[in-house]
């Protein structure tokens, strides 16, 4: 809170995203959040308030300091074949698809895990090599907040012939799950 107190006490929210603090001996302080939720971007605004001599805060009985954090965005994903560059790929005995997921509003130094898993477009359930998921992942740590990331999925594509397949996409931080696209 304050650079001169010697204690710095940290506040956590409860369910409904408030802390509060009470009984504060009068001056100024200042307060940061230092953690959010996956999913969302730290709000890292210092707010300063003050506490006169007569307990009002900024003048007023009540202070209230709002930190918004903007909740991680999926904006898109292309999914295409390595081989031709397009949306339609080559059935064959190794069939490499790459998926380009876009989002927006990313925590730069967080670590993220795209998963997808390819569906047939058909039947609306996965698509299967050897009676298994054709699945992908890519771990990354974006420097920016916006950006994207390819999932390359490569498999034995001979049962593509006369097939269409699409994918879907979960996105995770610290192992929660923040973003699907199905």
Known sequence: IDAGMSVRPILITSDDGRAEISHLAPGTYCIREVKTLPGYVLD???HEFT???????????????????TRTKLIGTTA??????AHE??????????????FEDLQPGEEYTVK???MDAETGKEYLVDEKPVTAETRFVPETKDGSV?????????????RKVVVFEKAFVCGVEILSHE
């Not at 295409?80 to 560059?85: E, K, L, M």
């Open 80 to 85: 295409v074949s390595a081989d031709t560059g």
């Open 44 to 46: 890292e605004t210092v």
């Open 150 to 162: 390819d999932v390359v999925f490569t498999f034995d594509g001979s049962g593509l012939v006369g």
């Open 51 to 69: 506490v006169g001599e007569d307990g009002l805060i900024d003048g007023k009985e009540v202070g209230v300091r709002v930190f918004e954090n």
């Open 89 to 102: 790929g080559v059935p064959g005995r190794e069939v490499t698809i790459i998926d380009m997921v876009a």
């Open 116 to 118: 997808g898993t390819l």
